[in-house]
């Protein structure tokens, strides 16, 4: 398995133009989150999936952001319109805890810049 | 609310010494935490879990509740050990997201 696979790798965008990162979870796994990383505040949970179903999307900074999971293979991030302070290392994570103790498995991540 | 707290940005040793990366928790319940790494230019891994119990790649976390820490050692670093190192923990039997601490840059110095 290739494991968390996001694109893109890298996003250079202007304020106020429309973000979309995607995330293919390992398949199987039933449980999708996003994170956020930045220098300030580390890793932040987003929100994150069970079965496709947004459960927790409490870390969702603002409404500019939304997330989808039209599929068990397939989820995206939006921010729209993007800007500066947005700037920061996204990752995708998947886990099935419903086969035991699974830790989450995570993307190499989207690295966004928003000039 | 959990919280997760690493108190050291960065963490400096020289190959050889032991390495002690501090990781302290609040959360009511039972957690379940973890150490994950990230080396350079590398996904977020996962390098040890505290109901495993193990060592991985010679490094130990002793889960204390009563202290609510989770620090992670080694005796002897590598230089290969240098890394960012996060301290999580999850709350729902891998139901629910990781609460991640802010992170500690290991450098080993030669």
């Known amino acids: 398995d290739a494991g968390v696979i996001q694109s893109p790798r890298h996003e250079v965008t202007e304020m106020g133009q429309e973000v979309t990162l995607r995330c293919k979870p390992i398949?199987?796994?039933?449980?999708l989150f996003w994170y956020r990383q930045t220098m300030m505040r580390g890793l932040e949970l987003l929100i994150y999936f069970n079965n496709n179903v947004p459960i927790d999307d409490s870390g969702m900074p603002e409404d500019r952001f939304s997330a989808k999971m039209p599929n068990a293979s397939f989820s995206t991030l939006k921010i729209q319109p993007s800007e500066p302070r947005d700037s920061a290392v996204y990752f995708c994570a998947s886990s099935s805890p419903g086969y035991g103790d699974q830790p989450q498995h995570f993307g190499d991540g989207t690295r966004l810049s928003i000039l | 609310a959990q919280r997760v707290t690493q108190p050291e940005k960065l963490l400096s040793v020289f190959k050889g010494a032991p390495v002690e990366l501090k990781c302290n928790y609040s959360?009511?319940?039972?957690?379940?935490l973890f150490w994950y790494v990230q080396y350079s230019r590398q996904r977020l891994q996962l390098l040890l879990r505290h109901i495993s119990r193990e060592s991985i790649k010679g490094f130990t976390a002793d889960l204390n509740k009563g202290e609510t820490s989770f620090h992670l050692k080694k005796p002897f670093a590598q230089e290969e050990d240098s890394a960012m190192y996060y301290c999580a923990l999850e709350s729902g039997g891998g139901a629910d997201g990781l609460t991640f601490g802010k992170g500690t840059h290991l450098i080993i110095q030669p």
């Open positions: 398949s199987g796994h039933d449980y």
């Open positions: 959360y009511s319940g039972s957690p379940e």
